[in-house]
């Protein structure tokens, strides 16, 4: 019996992926066209929409589920030029994996920094059967409230926590933004949204932003103008710790 036991044990694991992936382990590491395909399917077809940018590469992962073929795909922009380098497409369902210029989704767009834009300011989020994003106009709005106590300066820049107003007590949302040696980083992580007054949902992947060591010329210019509103050690929020 314990050889059979054994035997099970090890079949399954030959079977498992090479790693085990979390979603949010996928969200903050490099994507490749490998680990790209381990991104969810969701059970309701609710859409989803990230944007990754790290070490001088930007990729945008869209999940497509509001039509018949269900699919995942992924926008490459290497050296973050605004440019399309090339559009992968996968159809879970099949397991085909499909090469192209470009995408028939609805929600792909040949103007890279409009889809990089809308994904930032959150307008990609809105009507489109995907989860409610904690994203730009609501950091902006904490940043700009001069009696703010949930911002947190370091060296660099900012990790900003939101409060939903019927539950002070558990963060809705964490933002970061800054500029370290390696480049800007920017963070968007939506813990939880309100459907209503009465229902929480929390999103398919937590992230719809993450940004680190980027060169991207999108988050750039976001970052600085967040810096326009709030830099560390210049402008920082009262009772935030910050030091050289």
Do not use: W
């Not at 229902?199 to 060169?215: A, E, H, I, M, N």
């Amino acid at each position: 019996m314990k050889k059979i036991c054994l035997s099970a044990i090890l079949m399954m694991a030959m079977l498992m992926p090479v790693f085990s992936i979390g979603l949010d382990d996928l969200q903050i590491k490099k994507l490749t066209i490998d680990r790209f395909k381990y991104f969810p399917v969701t059970p309701d077809n609710i859409n989803y929409i990230f944007l990754q940018s790290i070490d001088g590469d930007t990729v945008i992962i869209i999940g497509d589920f509001s039509g018949v073929e269900k699919k995942i795909i992924m926008v490459i922009d290497k050296n973050s030029d605004n440019t399309i380098d090339s559009v992968v497409e996968y159809f879970p369902n099949t397991k085909d994996l499909k090469f192209r210029s470009d995408s028939t989704s609805k929600f792909f767009t040949k103007d890279l920094v409009k889809l990089k834009k809308d994904i930032i300011e959150g307008a990609i989020y809105k009507g489109n059967y995907t989860d409610s994003m904690k994203s730009l106009n609501t950091l902006e709005s904490i940043l700009k409230d001069p009696d703010t106590h949930t911002l947190f300066a370091d060296v660099y820049g900012f990790s900003v926590k939101y409060f939903d107003a019927d539950e002070m007590k558990k963060n809705s949302a964490l933002f970061r933004y800054g500029k370290a040696s390696g480049g800007y980083y920017l963070e968007f992580r939506t813990e939880y949204y309100r459907k209503d007054h009465e229902t929480k949902q929390k999103p398919v992947l937590s992230y719809s932003v993450f940004c680190r060591d980027s060169s991207d010329p999108v988050v750039k210019e976001t970052v600085e103008n967040l810096f326009k509103i709030r830099q560390p050690g210049v402008n920082s929020a009262k009772g935030t710790k910050y030091s050289d």
